[in-house]
């Protein structure tokens, strides 16, 4: 057999399985949202943002912590805010703290949800309904957070 022969079936599938944006895209969503279009790091969110004059929805989170879990299955399973992911901003998921401390205005807290718009001014004053962690929210506040999201958006129109 020759050193250069034609790839196997296998090769050839599992090299289009790794070039195929279906691939690429569902690890980054990491449960969040298969369909949303996620960026991989806060800088790549930023200059998108910038770009498509969308706001960028920063979700921090962990993958063991039980709230941090909770949230991710309403959030994914949440139509309206999946449409709204999708279509009105940049998205990205975060498994670690962002080196902008802006990120977290009043401590690095699981899970977390914080908006910047695409002047890359972080919208400290969107905030979910608890005084001594204004970023979280829990599963039963999906309809603040989808009001939140309302708000990014419409606050670009107004301000920028």
């Not at 004053?125 to 419409?154: F, H, V």
Request: charged residues 20%; hydrophobic residues 35%.
């Amino acid at each position: 057999r020759a050193l250069h022969s034609a790839p196997s079936w296998c090769e050839v599938v599992v090299r289009e399985v790794y070039a195929s944006s279906l691939y690429l895209s569902q690890p980054l969503s990491t449960g969040w949202g298969d369909d949303i279009e996620w960026v991989q790091t806060y800088e790549e969110g930023l200059a998108r943002s910038r770009q498509s004059k969308k706001p960028l929805m920063v979700i921090h989170h962990l993958e063991e912590c039980p709230y941090s879990q909770a949230l991710k299955k309403a959030f994914a399973s949440n139509t309206e805010i999946q449409q709204m992911a999708q279509e009105d901003f940049i998205m990205l998921n975060l498994v670690h703290s962002s080196s902008d401390d802006n990120m977290a205005p009043d401590g690095h807290y699981v899970p977390r949800i914080l908006f910047v718009d695409p002047s890359m001014t972080v919208r400290a004053d969107i905030t979910g309904k608890y005084g001594n962690r204004m970023y979280t929210y829990e599963p039963q506040d999906i309809s603040a957070l989808i009001e939140n999201m309302r708000q990014a958006k419409s606050l670009l129109h107004t301000e920028l």
